[in-house]
């Protein structure tokens, strides 16, 4: 052990967790001395899991969630409603949906939004995939169900543009005061949205 | 897959996640997602390193460091100082002390606080086992360093006790202004402390 490190096994779990969103350098230190000392219950279980993950977990082939078959669950499921198609950033924003319940329809990962700076444009991305599906006659309706961010606007700008001639009727989010949100902490933009688009009690 | 939930093998992998210091649900969710989204480069080397710390790590039995070989690399150190044991709570502190490079002697991880409400008694730490070490004719100072808080105080209080009659001088870290601290942000103990141990320029 050098001065100053623990040892590579340790320095190298370290520096793995360390990449994980949400854990700097610190907090993954405290995650692998967590680990090492709940080996039982935590650091054994964990391997376990990731290695489970790595040999089963596959990206379905028609929408770009991520399940244990492909095409998955969702997509597989009769009893959904094969006319909507929601498009949505990462599968992460799908999970978000799916958690909240509010869609009957099937899904599309687009797997990142058009960032011309970091050399991501549209062939990155699975909306050549997205317009082939639209063209299906059974698409009735496609729901852009992207972050109301720069990128995310103006990539749903973009697939509405190539969704022009497929004979869909496409929809974005509304934009209004969110449930619970109170409006001295929210801004111009979007104060301005929900009193553009108020309804009548 | 049920309505609202991924499919169990990621539900397991996002669980265990969250059990992680610093990780919430929600970001044990994002992790989960990073990691299956890089399986090559993050996911793979990650069940691979958990399964060699699972494998090789041990506790040292004379310090309680954690390491591939026991006694510890520190411990076997024949350059290190055997007169000094610094007595810390936790491997991490052990880790920043030999980041910062400013210990030549041994250490002895406690492996916690005494905390009489959660039930953590003398004999849950490795107390006895610093009392007998300290007995050791070669050992000359114990340096006490406890966390500045409550729980840490008064552990360091309950040791010295213990160590009263072992022929040992005992020390604790100094009090002070923290380098590169801002009197207007530090609490009034601490500024108490520092003009109380005031040094002569």
Known sequence: MARGTASPEIEQLIQLLARLPGLGPRSARRAALDLVKKK???????ATALATARDTIVTCEACGNI?????????RDETRDRTLICVVEEVGD?????????????????????SPLDGIGPEDLTIGKLVERA??????????????????????HFISDQLADCGVAIYRLAHGVPVGGELDYLDDGTLAAAVKAKKMV
Do not use: F, M
């Open 40 to 46: 039982e219950q935590l650091l054994q279980p964990l």
């Open 67 to 75: 399940d244990t078959v492909s095409p998955c669950t969702i997509c």
């Open 94 to 114: 799908l999970w978000a949906l799916e958690r909240a319940g509010v869609l009957q329809g099937l899904y599309h990962v687009l797997g990142g939004t058009l």
């Open 135 to 156: 063209r299906d006659p059974k698409v009735v309706e496609i729901l852009l169900a992207l972050n109301a961010t720069v990128e995310g606007q103006s990539t749903a």
